[in-house]
């Protein structure tokens, strides 16, 4: 007779305890009583798999090993209502007791004395692949609904991945049909120069006056692949030279937009698609590196935190240590981001592509 | 001193290694020894173990073995730390050592990385309280990070209450299975360690347990039965369970059971498991006994393990 829930074998589980944090595997093995010293994570995970573990301890390593595969993603829409009585409550409803999606488990929506609504929605993919302990996952997407003016609505969702935050927003957009228009942030309604002003612009709004802007990370250009039939796109990351070019000319004030490489790029046909910014606190000693990221497949404009760091003094080195950060700031960190992009794009809309924007910022965290 | 010094901290150093050695592992030199490290530094050490690792072909592993026996009123967050790693220093600095390998010549063929904190609180009443603190001090400590793959790193094995009562448990439904043979009738038994296919080890069966399956919410063993008169041999497969007691954690079991070769058309299937039964396990017991019925060896039986807060009568006064 066949089980329904396998136990994995030495290779799953050790690949299972490679894909989690390491923090949770030194933790896991300790709260057992197993110290490995000066130990890889590669060998611990080795040194692990050779324990039969019980369901509470495999159900732990499972959700670790996903949560940590699919860091947090926010992605926002607009709301605007055709019909003054529209209510996204009923379109919450509609979806929970629609029997065409079986596979969708929508919480009922909370919402509190300010207005805010919010709720979750989980749902099971199966996933082919080799490690049986990570298939049949169980996604899970948070969202809140806000009213900020007569018949509009601000959405944003909180995800794993950019797939989470689409499966939900096509959803949302299903049930909604002609009641109200969904805006998002469009890629493809900027012109190539505008994408640039759009980082440009939004790297400076950042996350408001006590963060202060201090290293671009990572910049990702894209581009249709040259002189061919089929689909599909090439992306161009910024050299590590390129980028401490950047780096100097940000100390000096300068926008990306006057930046050799940035120009050359655009030349070249690539439009602007992603970067990753590092802001400092002008008083605590903590450093954010926020991405903000148009994605291809599914094309959404997303962002994240992704990384949170305090600086410590050892001796009289500053050295940077990861920090906790807490659901709420993060979620402060992702919204005014996201808020103070939609500024900008709003902004770049009404423009030709001549004109300089002016985006009022969003209130800072 | 917060320790049970002398006599009572030579008692239950007497009696972790009674423990030790019915679980088959091999005690070398006395109890309570010095050992001249490489800088030549005595080095204390409650005493010396080795035992066959089960999981790689013809590997024997030397065990580096402190106990310790406190109130948990008595220690502190920093005191664990210290054991842990002054363990894991004494490790380092005999491995190589002419105080030990010369010394003890049986060591000179092990595997030298392994210690054991056995460290019994002797106020169990306040133990399961105690519990999760206990938890929260083992993994607050941070190691330091290896880098690259070596060959060599220490590991620091620690057993409190909660492991070594289950370690206890276990050796005795060995015992008293063996014990309980009828006139006539020869029972014995082996440790079962199934073949890894990935590192192409055999399949094992020895007497003594391994470290891993201490630390396991698994244990599987395979005894025979001979009745000479009859010219008769059984072969028996046991299971030692602690792990939860609900229907998918007895689907993950039944699994690995399969893929361990312990189902067997011919043999009976004993599961003995630890934790006890809830309500909610008396509603799924048919459910879990077709389940291993289902999977098809000859017979299958769910026993209980005692499960108690203090140690059995053989551990504390010897046979």
Redesign the interface.
């Given at each position: 007779?066949e089980?329904?829930?396998?136990?994995p074998?030495?290779?799953e589980l050790t690949e299972a305890i490679s894909m989690c944090r390491?923090r949770f595997v030194?933790?896991f093995a300790?709260?057992?009583?197993?110290?490995?010293?000066?130990?890889?994570q590669?060998?611990l995970a080795n040194?692990l798999s050779?324990?039969?573990?019980?369901?509470?301890?495999?159900e732990l390593i499972r959700k670790n090993a996903h949560r940590n595969k699919n860091k947090k993603v926010t992605v926002g829409f607009v709301l605007t209502a055709k019909d003054p009585n529209f209510d996204p409550k009923e379109i919450i409803d509609c979806l929970r007791t629609s029997t065409s999606r079986p596979n969708d488990n929508l919480s009922p929506i909370t919402e509190t004395s300010e207005g805010l609504q919010y709720g979750s929605l989980e749902y099971e993919v199966n996933k082919p692949g080799r490690i049986d302990l990570l298939q049949n996952e169980k996604r899970h997407v948070d969202y809140s609904i806000e009213k900020t003016e007569d018949n509009i609505y601000q959405v944003f969702v909180d995800a794993h991945s950019s797939s989470d935050a689409r499966y939900f927003e096509a959803m949302f957009k299903s049930a909604v049909k002609e009641e109200a228009n969904l805006n998002i942030i469009d890629f493809g309604m900027l012109s190539a120069k505008h994408t640039v002003q759009f980082f440009d612009d939004l790297s400076e709004l950042g996350l408001g006056e006590r963060w202060r802007k201090t290293r671009v990370n990572e910049l990702t250009f894209r581009r249709p692949v040259p002189n061919s039939d089929e689909e599909g796109e090439e992306h161009q990351e910024a050299s590590d030279e390129a980028l401490s070019v950047i780096n100097r000319a940000i100390l000096e004030g300068k926008d990306l937009r006057d930046n050799e490489f940035v120009k050359q790029s655009e030349k070249a046909g690539y439009r602007f698609s992603a970067m990753t910014i590092e802001y400092e606190h002008m008083d605590r000693p903590n450093v954010v590196e926020m991405r903000a990221e148009f994605k291809l497949r599914p094309e959404i404009f997303e962002i994240k935190v992704a990384s949170y760091l305090k600086r410590v003094l050892e001796g009289n080195i500053e050295k940077p240590e990861s920090d906790d950060l807490s659901e709420e700031l993060e979620k402060e960190f992702t919204t005014t981001f996201w808020h103070n992009a939609k500024r900008v794009y709003d902004s770049l809309l009404t423009l030709t592509d001549d004109e300089a924007p002016v985006a009022e910022p969003a209130p800072a965290p | 001193m917060p320790e049970d010094q002398g006599v009572n901290g030579d008692m239950w150093t007497e009696q972790a290694c009674r423990l030790l050695q019915k679980a088959n592992w091999q005690k070398i030199g006395d109890s309570n020894i010095d050992i001249l490290d490489t800088s030549g530094k005595a080095r204390g050490l409650d005493a010396l173990f080795s035992y066959e690792d089960g999981?790689t072909a013809s590997l024997k592993r030397l065990v580096f073995v402190e106990a310790k026996s406190w109130a948990t009123t008595s220690l502190s967050e920093k005191e664990l730390k210290d054991w842990?790693d002054n363990l894991?220093d004494k490790i380092s600095s005999l491995r190589n050592s002419p105080g030990l390998l010369d010394t003890y010549q049986a060591t000179k063929t092990l595997e030298i990385s392994t210690g054991l904190i056995a460290c019994y609180f002797n106020d169990p009443a306040n133990y399961h309280s105690f519990r999760a603190k206990f938890?929260k001090w083992?993994?607050n400590?941070?190691?330091?990070?290896?880098?690259?793959?070596?060959k060599y790193?220490?590991?620091?094995?620690?057993?409190?209450n909660g492991?070594l009562l289950w370690l206890a448990s276990l050796l005795t439904s060995l015992r008293d299975w063996i014990s309980s043979a009828s006139l006539g009738e020869v029972r014995s038994l082996d440790f079962f360690y199934p073949s890894?296919n990935?590192h192409g080890n055999p399949v094992r069966r020895l007497r003594n347990i391994n470290i891993?399956?201490i630390?396991?919410?698994?244990?599987l063993a395979k005894g025979t039965s001979v009745i000479d008169a009859a010219n008769l041999t059984n072969e028996i497969d046991f299971a030692f369970y602690?792990?939860?007691l609900?229907e998918?954690?007895f689907?993950?079991?039944?699994?690995?059971l399969?893929?361990s070769n312990m189902i067997d058309a011919r043999n009976e299937l004993i599961i003995y498991k630890y934790r006890r039964e809830t309500k909610d396990f008396r509603k799924i017991k048919p459910n879990v006994e077709s389940?291993f019925k289902?999977?098809?060896a000859k017979s299958v039986s769910i026993k209980d393990m005692d499960n108690t807060d203090v140690m059995p009568g053989w551990v504390l006064n010897g046979e």
């Open positions: 007779m089980t329904k829930y396998k136990y074998t030495k290779y390491r030194d933790q300790q709260r057992k009583g197993i110290f490995v010293y000066r130990a890889t590669a060998y040194e050779k324990l039969f573990l019980d369901e509470d301890d495999l | 999981l842990i894991a938890e083992l993994q400590h941070k190691l330091p990070y290896g880098h690259a793959e070596r790193h220490q590991r620091v094995f620690v057993l409190d492991r890894s990935l891993e399956y630390f396991s919410s698994l244990v602690n792990g939860p609900d998918k954690s689907e993950r079991l039944a699994s690995a399969q893929a389940l289902g999977l098809g």
